[in-house]
């Protein structure tokens, strides 16, 4: 039961198990759910999808395995009209059930909701009688009644016996864009701790043992423990990274935060001959990008935050760049930054869904072999398990 529906979640990548298909299976043997379609999809997310960011997934593979199922009939129609009011009227509190016997069961606030959409022919407000706004009458919406039916409008008192309307919900995702925080947390994977430096760090352990062996007190100190990964970040700045400012700001104070092995430089749409620290200063204080190589070692991790929209000859031709006269292609300067610091990869703070609309995005991705992830936190986390 339900296997066809267990490998499509594996098919759109829900890591579901057979323990929790197994879990699934005890809880409709318990009836939580009857026959309710949209009671079965709650408890099935509820039971097979542990991660909210797999939620819109989940949703693709209910929808492509249940579609059309819903408009079959699930039980046969010679089942009397008796049997399943009984079972309709078992679900219902107490409380409900008060509600509904106060207007003379659901069969006559519907019916009187039928006659008023019949006589009414205009929109109104106020008053106790038509559907409309405000007013005490129990069909419309804005106005107050001790039950009724809502029809759109915001729930204000919560006492509705029924709500018609079209509701649109947003899915979960993990592509959204991030926020400093989020990002301190996905960057912290990256964190190698190291014990370098002179002494100065009471090592207990140690400290207990020396003592125990000798018979007296053998204070041992040892360096203190730091982040041992040493960062180098390139920041594309100007023209269409404008847009993008905010949202490369709290990455910056995120790694800012979390290495003390930082280094950054600035670069335009592509990497060329030289770089810069100052951008009020960038034409006349450069790094020569050869300088750079050799001034860095290849433990550094580097990382390119860019939105890599320009024009495809900025990359693969000579004088190319908007302002600037370069000798040599900056596809050039990109595989020589790959051959000196394998661990590479680029942030691109475009949406990921975007990036087809943009050749040079598409270029400057197979360029460094495909390790361009999007300014997200899926997209970040792939990107420090790349690093």
Not at 22 to 39: I, K, P, Q, T
Not at 176 to 200: D, I, K, N, Y
Request: aromatic share 10%.
């Amino acid at each position: 039961m339900l296997l066809d529906f267990f490998a499509c979640l594996r098919r759109h990548r829900l890591p579901v198990s057979l323990r929790e298909l197994l879990d699934l299976h005890g809880a409709l043997a318990a009836r939580l759910v009857s026959v309710d379609m949209e009671a079965f999809y709650q408890l099935a997310r509820c039971v097979l999808v542990k991660d909210e960011g797999h939620y819109d997934r989940f949703d693709r593979a209910f929808g492509e395995y249940y579609d059309g199922l819903q408009s079959a009939p699930l039980l046969p129609e010679s089942l009397p009209d008796d049997w399943l009011r009984q079972e309709f009227e078992r679900l219902l509190s107490p409380e409900e059930k008060a509600l509904l016997a106060s207007l003379g069961g659901l069969d006559k606030l519907l019916e009187r909701l039928n006659e008023r959409l019949a006589e009414q022919q205009e929109r109104h407000a106020g008053g106790n009688k038509w559907v409309g706004t405000g007013g005490s009458s129990p069909f419309g919406h804005g106005g107050y009644h001790p039950e009724g039916v809502r029809m759109g409008g915001q729930s204000r008192h919560g006492r509705a016996a029924k709500v018609w309307e079209a509701r649109v919900y947003r899915n979960l995702t993990d592509e959204e864009p991030l926020g400093q925080r989020a990002m301190q947390l996905a960057l912290r994977r990256l964190r190698r701790w190291v014990r370098r430096g002179s002494p100065s760090e009471l090592d207990l352990d140690e400290t207990i043992r020396r003592t125990a062996r000798q018979g007296w007190l053998d204070v041992q100190l040892r360096p203190e423990r730091h982040n041992g990964v040493k960062l180098l970040v390139f920041f594309d700045v100007g023209g269409s990274m404008d847009a993008h400012v905010a949202q490369v700001q709290r990455l910056f104070s995120a790694l800012r935060h979390e290495f003390k092995h930082l280094e950054y430089f600035y670069f335009h749409n592509c990497l060329y001959e030289s770089v810069w620290k100052d951008n009020a200063r960038r034409h006349e204080e450069r790094l020569e990008t050869w300088r750079l190589l050799h001034t860095y070692g290849s433990d550094y991790r580097v990382i390119l935050v860019g939105d890599a929209t320009m024009g495809p000859y900025e990359i693969t031709w000579p004088g190319g760049s908007v302002e600037q006269w370069n000798e040599e292609p900056g596809q050039v300067w990109m595989e020589r930054l790959q051959a000196h610091f394998p661990k590479l990869v680029w942030l691109n703070p475009t949406p990921r869904r975007e990036w087809l609309w943009h050749p040079s995005i598409k270029l400057m991705g197979s360029l460094i072999g495909e390790r361009m992830y999007p300014l997200t936190l899926a997209g970040l986390a792939e990107a420090v398990e790349q690093l």
